[in-house]
């Protein structure tokens, strides 16, 4: 058992559950309720609704909320090194060890061996295939180092597209950050893009990082350190997923 008091009406206040999951105060939680924002199995939430976590679909602005016991969400700043798998038969260390072992999780997408910086790891399979899915869109930005210093039409080429041997690029935002370093975002997530399309253009990258997955980032994370994300953070990582699937973009809600 979990010490949680579930009364005789049924259920758990839903301000207490959504306040133990990172919605800050009670107070603050009765107040995105009395605002309409929040349902259970559909339907608009009454101040004073009780809530079985283990049967009730709770939704914060149509965003699911992870109330059930056993979710986790973990932001890693990978360092150098270190395989984006669960295990390696070269027995390389592993992102998974970096994180507690129980309950299992496993990463979302994955960055290559070399590659350094922000990595989500769940154990929260819905979410994890939403934003890892490409179609989907999400944000990724990284800061890279490269070999040289690109011209403006080699910046123009990644801004635009660059033709991959899988097919042309999406268009990326490039900025310069300074000569030979440059900040990239892409929302595409395939294999080796970035080094592939700065190879593309005759710049290789010599160190690679990502600094923020849709609406996460954090300076303050050091390498090889990891931290659990705040209700907060999983319900703006799932928005972004949300907002970018097709469904979505057609005006419909997805599912
Ligand atoms: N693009 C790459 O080339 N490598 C990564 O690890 C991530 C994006």
Do not use: W
Request: proline residues 7%; aromatic residues 2%; contains cysteine.
């Amino acid at each position: 058992m979990t010490g949680r008091s579930v009364d005789e009406a049924g259920g758990e206040r839903l301000q207490k559950v959504l306040a133990r999951v990172g919605f800050g105060s009670r107070r603050a939680c009765e107040e995105l309720i009395a605002d309409g924002r929040v349902t259970v199995n559909g339907e608009v939430a009454q101040l004073g609704r009780r809530v079985d976590i283990a049967q009730d679909r709770v939704e914060v602005d149509t965003v699911p909320v992870g109330v059930m016991p056993g979710l986790v969400y973990y932001l890693l700043n990978k360092p150098a090194g270190v395989v984006t798998t669960a295990s390696d038969p070269d027995g390389r260390p592993t992102v998974v060890e970096l994180v507690p072992s129980v309950p299992r999780v496993f990463p979302v997408g994955r960055l290559d061996v070399a590659t350094e910086g922000l990595l989500v790891l769940t154990n929260d399979g819905e979410l994890a295939q939403a934003v890892a899915h490409p179609s989907h869109g999400v944000e990724k930005e990284y800061l890279a180092e490269l070999r040289g210093n690109p011209s403006p039409a080699g910046i123009r080429s990644l801004r635009e597209g660059v033709m991959l041997e899988d097919g042309l690029t999406s268009p990326a935002k490039v900025s310069v950050v300074s000569p030979g370093v440059i900040r990239i975002t892409i929302h595409e997530g395939r294999n080796r893009q970035v080094r592939r399309m700065c190879e593309a253009i005759g710049h290789p990258v010599v160190r690679l990082v990502r600094t923020r997955i849709g609406p996460l980032s954090d300076r303050s994370l050091r390498p090889g350190s990891f931290r659990p994300l705040e209700a907060a953070e999983v319900l703006a990582l799932a928005r972004a997923a949300r907002a970018h699937t097709p469904s979505a973009r057609g005006g419909r809600r997805a599912k």
